[in-house]
């Protein structure tokens, strides 16, 4: 089966009458032959049909499908600038003081700055998840005599950069989120 036998849609019907109203206010259909294709586009059945009351006519071809309409994608949110500072001191807190220094900004700034305190509580999760890592992959190391050890400079890179990640995150305005983190502390 071609897609000329194919039976049209009420919305491709009415497209062609659009299209046929818009050659008769351009004055490119006179009044007769626009009644004439008005009634063969209205009575069409098959793609062929409709598509044949524009033979002829210089114009765009009638869609065979329904264009969906058009949604603009949705804007990146923002939030104000409030809490942003203290939120990427919280994250980068984690290079010299590991889980310490986000759970200061934690129990001080956190209490009144709800921005910070998402912030910082995210950097705590993500910095206590690094240190059981660790821990586990020091108990690993001591099980497999050394054989895992060649791991400790991989995931500290990993921490490295998320830790710098999250930080430059915040610090841009985005709701960061720490990936492989146990989030322990709400």
């Known amino acids: 089966m071609s897609t000329s036998e194919l039976l049209v849609t009420p919305a491709q019907r009415d497209r062609a009458v659009e299209i046929l109203q818009e050659m008769y206010a351009d004055g490119r ?22 598509n044949g009351t524009f033979d002829g006519l210089v114009a765009r071809p009638v869609p065979t499908y329904v264009p969906a309409a058009f949604t603009r994608p949705a804007p990146v949110k923002r939030y104000d600038s409030q809490g942003r500072g203290l939120g990427t001191i919280a994250h980068w807190l984690g290079y010299p003081t590991f ?62 950069v998320l830790t710098g990640i999250g930080g430059l995150a915040t610090l841009l305005g985005s709701n960061f989120r720490y990936p492989f983190t146990l989030r322990l502390i709400k």
Do not use: C, M, Y
């Open 29 to 50: 259909v006179e009044r007769v032959e626009f009644d004439t294709r008005l009634e063969l586009a209205l009575k069409a059945r098959t793609r062929a049909e409709l």
């Open 99 to 160: 889980f310490v220094g986000p759970a200061l900004i934690v129990a001080t700034a956190g209490k009144e700055n709800p921005a910070v305190r998402k912030h910082a509580v995210e950097a705590l999760n993500f910095q206590l998840s690094a240190l059981a890592v660790f821990a586990l992959l020091g108990v690993v190391t001591g099980v497999t005599e050394g054989f895992t050890g060649f791991l400790f400079p991989l995931v500290g890179l990993v921490w490295f």
